[in-house]
């Protein structure tokens, strides 16, 4: 059974920062490709950010670029979403929807979304 779990995140001021982490919890599995996805209350689940296996972007909304930016732990045990000036606009509900790769025999063996980490940002 693989979990994929978010973590990073909190309550901000206008302008701060935050990084999630994307992970799976069990150690035989590891975080491959990787879609970051936001839900604001009321909203639809939007897609914020992409990662590709060889670590290059395939994807950043419009409204993040220039702020955030996705990118892989040097272990290849994470991956992470680093906002930066954050605004009351960008609160939400953060998720990962993780393509998993098993250590073993390197096979991918499916997408699994996280429960997802809630970011505030208020005055």
């Known amino acids: 059974q693989v979990h994929v779990v978010e973590s990073g995140g909190g309550l901000v001021h206008p302008g701060e920062s935050l990084r999630l982490s994307c992970a799976a919890k069990e150690s035989i599995f590891r975080v491959n490709a990787i879609g970051w996805y936001r839900q604001a209350p009321g909203k639809q689940r939007e897609k914020v950010a992409a990662?590709?296996?060889?670590?290059?972007?395939?994807y950043m909304t419009s409204s993040a670029k220039g702020r955030f930016t996705v990118s892989r732990a040097a272990n290849k045990t994470a991956v992470y979403l680093q906002m930066n000036n954050l605004q009351p606009e960008d609160t939400a509900v953060y998720y990962c929807?993780?393509?998993?790769?098993?250590?073993?025999?390197?096979?991918?063996?499916?997408?699994?979304w996280g429960q997802g980490t809630q970011v505030t940002v208020s005055s």
């Open positions: 990662l590709n296996v060889d670590d290059t972007v395939s």
């Open positions: 929807n993780a393509e998993i790769l098993m250590i073993t025999n390197q096979a991918v063996i499916g997408d699994y």
